[in-house]
């Protein structure tokens, strides 16, 4: 059966099955979120009115056995940048709905009055429900709900408070196989679903199994896949460590944000790191090993338990525990998860939301290092929507500018992770010319600026940065379209037989003839996508800039400013 | 003469976090690594005062050394 397009009008009530354009067969994951975006959204229309929409997407491997490939898109116009976004996070809806024939659900309007909605997503098409059950709980406890009234294999999409509230840096946040969650975490897209009164969105489980042109193919690529998944070095470090080996490593190169952007150093690094976060989880009882989705070979995920043992988090990221460990100042890493904890439990961007926190400790609102006052305000300010509570949970710009600062790390209003551009300088290009505001994940050069994958780039040098960040983002947004996790980047950057095993699944899934130029191809035309649309949308050149005080203020140990010219980013898009 | 060596990860099981420690003149990078017989093939990244070095770079007096094996996140 040829997949379809589910689409969902909230402002009439109504569903309907479509089938797929023409224009839109190859496409998948963040490649069709934006190319829908791009194609039925007013780039000038209010993110949070009746004319933005709301597309989710499996990726063109996902429900397929290929590894790695559960990973599940959405994609809008952010309310936090007012750009084109796409976020992906892992789970077990992107695989239900790939096996559901569903190549993706778009939802357009807003219903006139105060009632609100669950969709329920199956085989047949969608049904829209009024819900009141759920509204005002957290994400946790909504998939409990959720589990209990349709059954524990149920996917689930669903926003927390935050997202009810229309908070700027609310998430859309996916159950995972152990009833926990994962996030699409940045751009506000939790926003979004909240203006258009969704709370939630199940999907039935099904045993369909997404059709496959050529199985033995696809098999034998599938093989080589893993394999060098597997095998490779740095997959199998992040199965030990997770991506918090990063605190000790981006700190020795000078390039932790640390108290507010002010150094590139952080004296409390061994408290927060992946060696002592590792050493806490196997002495508690917890699991330093865990995947996000069934299929990932990679398992750079954990359970971190607290001092009996227990629970206390997962999905424990390195821009997580960076930012409020470093940045925040906050030297316990048991703060830290429970902070995270809650952000899950709240539906909020946990790398948005620690970074307004350091602005917010810069304005004098609380202490550096004060970690019990950060849980405090996360549980009784921002869960309870009070003032103080919205004007964090809108984000770091949000905080700068109703406090006076001006050390506001953000581009496009969206707060700068873990890595600092001056000591980094690649990633500062990532930044200043994403098509999403700052975001690392988008280019990442740290793998060559400072980990030596795929070749090695000197982190201060003003040379080949453009050239390195261009050529990540267009790969990165060919391997957004597939579904599977970017982690796979570091075997294919440094293995000759992972992307072509990549290419050859993609090729077997559909019985077609890419070859890498198409995908590379593909890349190019997403992104170019996506800043068209942000150019109609009022964006220029002079948006694709770093804040002013990373040309002003050298940053220790190296003190070094950004000195990469505006000539030098427009470059960008000469391709 | 007398420099810092740090470990990371997993280079520290069985070893040590930081040690400062007499070497002589000329001692390399590599020199180091194979006397803490840790396999070359899996050392990731090496820094010197917080640069990037290379395996046949001498450590100075007082200088940091930083070998992390084969990493990565994101
Ligand atoms: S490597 Fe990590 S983020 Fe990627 S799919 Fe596996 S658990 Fe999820």
Redesign the pocket.
């Known amino acids: 059966m040829a997949d379809k397009i589910f689409r969902v009008n909230m402002t009439d009530l109504t569903a309907k099955v479509e089938d797929v354009p023409e224009a839109w067969m190859g496409l998948g994951g963040r490649g069709l979120t934006s190319t829908v975006v791009a194609a039925e959204v007013d780039p000038t229309c209010n993110p949070l009115g009746s004319k933005n929409k709301l597309v989710f997407a499996p990726g063109l491997l996902s429900g397929t056995t290929a590894a790695?490939s559960g990973r599940l898109s959405c994609g809008g116009k952010s309310p936090l940048t007012g750009t084109i976004k796409e976020a992906n996070a892992?789970g077990t809806s992107a695989q239900l709905l790939a096996r559901l024939g569903i190549k993706a659900l778009i939802i357009e309007g807003q219903p006139k009055g105060d009632k609100w909605y669950n969709l329920h997503v199956t085989e047949d098409g969608v049904t829209i429900n009024e819900e009141t059950e759920t509204l005002g709980m957290g994400n946790f406890k909504v998939v409990e709900t959720i589990n209990e009234r349709l059954g524990a294999k149920t996917g689930v999409i669903t926003i927390g408070p935050a997202g009810e509230m229309k908070m700027l840096a609310a998430n859309i946040s996916v159950k995972d196989p152990d009833n926990h969650i994962r996030s699409n975490g940045r751009g506000g897209l939790g926003a979004v679903m909240g203006s258009k009164k969704i709370k939630f969105i199940s999907v039935e489980p099904t045993m369909n199994k997404v059709e496959i042109a050529d199985p033995e193919a696809f098999k034998t690529a599938n093989r080589t896949f893993a394999k060098a998944l597997v095998d490779n070095p740095i997959t199998q470090a992040?199965a030990q460590y997770g991506t918090n080996v990063l605190v000790n490593i981006i700190n020795e190169a000078g390039g932790l944000p640390t108290k507010n952007f002010t150094q590139g150093q952080f004296a409390g690094h061994e408290a927060i790191s992946g060696e002592t976060m590792h050493d806490t989880i196997v002495a508690r009882g917890g699991k330093p090993k865990h995947?996000?989705?069934p299929g990932?070979v990679?398992?750079?995920?954990q359970v971190y338990a607290d001092m009996q043992g227990g629970y206390r988090t997962s999905g424990f990221e390195y821009e997580t525990i960076w930012a409020f460990g470093a940045d925040c100042c906050i030297d316990n890493l048991d703060q830290v998860a429970e902070a995270d904890n809650i952000l899950d439990d709240l539906g909020l961007d946990s790398i948005e939301i620690p970074v307004a926190f350091a602005v917010a400790m810069e304005a004098g609102v609380l202490e550096f290092g004060d970690g019990a006052e950060v849980i405090r305000i996360l549980r009784e300010e921002i869960g309870k929507g009070t003032p103080l509570g919205r004007i964090i949970g809108c984000g770091a710009g949000s905080v700068g500018r109703t406090y006076g600062i001006t050390r506001v790390p953000v581009v496009k209003n969206q707060a700068i992770p873990a890595y600092d551009p001056r000591a980094i300088k690649g990633i500062g290009i990532t930044y200043a010319t994403s098509t999403m505001g700052a975001d690392h994940t988008m280019g990442y050069t740290i793998a060559t600026n400072v980990l030596g994958v795929g070749g090695s780039l000197d982190p201060l040098s003003k040379e080949g940065q453009v050239e390195l960040s261009r050529n990540l983002q267009i790969a990165t947004a060919a391997i957004d379209s597939t579904g599977m996790?970017l982690?796979i980047a570091f075997a294919a950057l440094d293995d000759a037989t992972c992307l072509p095993a990549l290419i050859d699944l993609i090729n077997a899934r559909f019985g077609i003839g890419l070859v890498a130029d198409d995908v590379t191809n593909l890349g190019k035309t997403i992104l170019k996508t996506e800043h068209e649309f942000n150019l109609k949308a009022g964006f220029t050149n002079l948006d694709d800039r770093l804040p002013e005080f990373f040309k002003e203020e050298p940053i220790a140990p190296h003190n070094v400013v950004w000195d990469i010219s505006d000539e030098a980013i427009d470059s960008f898009w000469d391709f | 003469m007398q420099f810092n060596v740090k470990l990371f990860a997993y280079f520290r099981d069985n070893r040590f976090k930081e040690r400062l420690s007499e070497y002589p003149e000329g001692t390399t990078v590599e020199d180091v690594i194979r006397s803490l017989d840790i396999d070359l093939e899996e050392v990731g990244v090496l820094m010197i005062n917080s640069r990037h070095c290379t395996l046949q770079q001498e450590p100075q007096e007082g200088d940091q050394l930083a070998i992390f094996p084969v990493v990565g996140g994101g």
């Open positions: 790695n892992g992040l995947n996000c989705h990932c990679i398992n750079c995920s996790c982690f």
